[in-house]
């Protein structure tokens, strides 16, 4: 499995582990060469710091950095290590990454993308942040995004598009575009990431990287700037299904201050995919035809069924499931997502928080210029829509019959379960398109998200992993699952990584 029969050849390859060049390890790699000192933080983070300013002025996956920051903690988390320091108290110890700039940090300007935010600092730090830092990880800086997270493909940030670091002139995904983007070109081997309607799969899919939303209520939201509330939740973005594990267990857990978040316990994932040999026996994935219908690339279509024979063959059962009403997803989601957003953002008007214009002529004049000078057109766009399916004579129409849509929805996904353990199928109907393609057709560019939104509308855990090439770019293979059972799309990606190295295949440009 490690070259694409595709006619259009990828424009990258895999590369093998190399310590002496640190990109090439993932993270957990770098976590035990750090531990067998084979490599130390210090040098680790300046060469990330290399990368990012070498590339990244290109790339645009970066809204800031803190190199001096970053040196400080690392020659901290070296010390300590050389003290005797016991890394499995802090199983992130010396290692870097960036948050998507709609997570709130203390020291770093967190925009959201947005000129309503642009300068803004936040007093206190998002707990998935603080929780990191608490198991030694090392802000290198903050990733662009689409504006409030509305966007599949990184254009709609007000600092600049992010590009796909596989082909010059497509698009990243979104609205985790940054941190998409700087995985793959390897500036770091992690980023946190948030998923409304499918913000982390589908740049994953895209940039040819592995990325994991758990369970609605797993990462408190406390500290990450709100889009859609009910949909909302973070997650991460690493080269690996062991790196996602890795990270997101540090993330993850009850918090006080979201009332939203989950008692549920955190398992150790890390010990979960210990054994890379295990065999999928036993194990039953749900494989919707609905998935693979209208609008799906044939290309796409053969590397994901690809891909289902591996898992067979490692001793999954694949099962003909049903979703029958999965296809009003992107209806439904773009009915309700704007309406939570109209209601958010709604705090942002030139008085409380956020931009506020020169000189009003009175309070509507404020109101009016600070939100058109402070909001780029996407979210302008999706206030206006949710504004009006929750006014007076629509909101039966609209929002409540959406959500009564979403519980069908749920209802489907709940009569799978009983049949199968997780479901598979592409996290995208097609591969990165061209930069600008789309940008007047929003319809175009939503169904972008058609496979991904169902698991946001039922708040399941949903993972994508690199599969193979179509037309020269990444695809991505999605799998969701039962709720609170991360364990499993985790342990089954990884098997999958064990047998494949899609997640090792790096661009081009990336390589040196």
């Not at 267990?249 to 210990?274: F, I």
């Not at 175009?444 to 698991?455: F, G, I, K, Q």
Request: glycine share 10%; charged share 20%; hydrophobic share 40%.
């Amino acid at each position: 499995m490690s070259a694409s029969t595709d006619p259009v050849q990828p424009d990258g390859r895999a590369v093998a582990a190399d310590v002496s060049a640190p990109h090439t390890l993932t993270l957990s790699e770098q976590a035990q060469a750090l531990a067998d000192g084979t490599l130390c933080s210090a040098e680790l983070v300046q060469h990330c710091l290399s990368r990012i300013e070498r590339m990244d002025p290109v790339l645009n996956s970066l809204l800031c950095t803190d190199a001096a920051g970053a040196l400080e903690q690392a020659g901290r988390a070296d010390a300590a290590r050389a003290s005797g320091q016991d890394d499995r108290s802090v199983p992130l110890a010396g290692l870097p990454l960036v948050h998507k700039d709609i997570f709130c940090t203390t020291g770093l300007p967190t925009t959201c993308g947005s000129r309503m935010l642009e300068g803004y600092r936040s007093p206190f730090a998002a707990t998935a942040v603080s929780r990191l830092a608490a198991a030694g990880a090392i802000t290198l800086g903050k990733a662009n995004m689409d504006e409030f997270a509305m966007g599949s493909s990184g254009e709609n940030s007000a600092f600049g598009a992010t590009g796909n670091p596989w082909r010059d002139g497509t698009v990243p995904g979104g609205s985790s575009s940054g941190s998409a983007a700087a995985v793959a070109a390897r500036l770091v081997p992690a980023a946190t990431a948030t998923d409304t309607g499918g913000s982390i799969r589908q740049p994953a899919a895209y940039c040819g990287i592995t990325g994991i939303k758990p369970t609605y209520g797993r990462v408190s939201r406390y500290g990450m700037v709100a889009f859609a509330s009910s949909f909302d939740q973070g997650g991460v973005v690493a080269t690996s299904a062991e790196d996602c594990a890795r990270v997101l267990g540090a993330m993850s857990g009850l918090d006080e201050n979201d009332a939203t978040s989950s008692e549920a316990a955190v398992p150790d994932w890390s010990a979960v995919l210990a054994d890379g040999d295990a065999r999928l026996d036993g194990l039953r994935v749900g494989v919707p035809e609905t998935f693979f219908g209208d609008g799906l690339d044939e290309g796409v279509a053969l590397r994901v069924r690809e891909a289902l024979a591996e898992l067979e063959s490692l001793g999954a059962t694949l099962v003909p499931i049903e979703l029958p009403n999965q296809r009003y997803g992107i209806s439904a989601y773009y009915v309700i997502a704007p309406a939570e957003a109209s209601s958010n953002l709604s705090r942002f008007d030139g008085v409380r928080f956020g931009r506020r214009c020169e000189a009003p002529v009175d309070l509507q004049d404020l109101y009016t210029r600070s939100r058109a000078e402070g909001f780029g057109a996407e979210v302008q766009r999706r206030i206006l829509i949710g504004t009006h399916v929750l006014s007076a004579g629509y909101y039966d129409a609209y929002y409540r019959r959406a959500q009564q849509v979403r519980r069908l929805i749920a209802d489907d996904f709940e009569r799978a379960f009983a049949q199968v353990d997780l479901i598979a199928g592409p996290t995208a109907p097609g591969v990165a398109f061209e930069r600008g393609s789309n940008v007047d057709d929003p319809v175009a560019m939503y169904l972008n998200d058609l496979y991904t939104v169902a698991a946001n509308l039922c708040g399941l855990p949903a993972l994508s992993a690199p599969c193979g090439f179509a037309h020269g770019l990444p695809v991505g293979l999605q799998l969701i699952g039962r709720a609170f059972d991360e364990g499993t799309l985790l342990h089954t990606a990884h098997r999958y990584q064990h047998e494949s190295d899609w997640h090792r295949w790096m661009p081009t440009g990336a390589i040196s």
